[in-house]
Nanobody, 116 residues
Framework: QVQVVESGGGLVQAGGSLRLSCAAS????????IAWFRQAPGKEREFVAQ????????FYADSVKGRFTISRDNAKNTAYLQMNSLKVEDTAVYYC?????????WGPGTQVTVSS
């Protein structure tokens, strides 16, 4: 089992920045990648960014490319999502998922609200 907890959400004005953290524990050595998703009210959960745990290869949704940066600190079993130039449409609950070869583990989410 892998446990995942997000932190760092909050209220920020448009154009501002936030950094989200995703801390993994338990059998974290089994993690092959960590991804961020988000879900806005009335919308489906959507992919935001992903990073491979060993090689650090990154993937981004087109809507966040150039504004968001995903990174990881293997020693701390933590991944980060640096969000710059935030827009009102980035408002959502942000979820972190830790993926192993056979399972995907989700955190409870952290709210990000961007005001105009």
């Amino acid at each position: 089992q892998v446990q995942v907890v997000e932190s760092g959400g909050g209220l920020v004005q448009a154009g501002g920045s936030l950094r989200l953290s995703c801390a993994a524990s338990g059998r974290s050595f089994r993690i092959v990648s960590i991804a961020w998703f988000r879900q806005a009210p009335g919308k489906e959960r959507e992919f935001v960014a992903q990073i491979t745990w060993s090689g650090g290869i990154t993937f981004y949704a087109d809507s966040v490319k150039g504004r968001f940066t995903i990174s990881r600190d293997n020693a701390k079993n933590t991944a980060y999502l640096q969000m710059n130039s935030l827009k009102v449409e980035d408002t959502a609950v942000y979820y972190c998922s830790a993926e192993t070869l056979y399972d995907k583990y989700w955190g409870p989410g952290t709210q990000v609200t961007v005001s105009s």
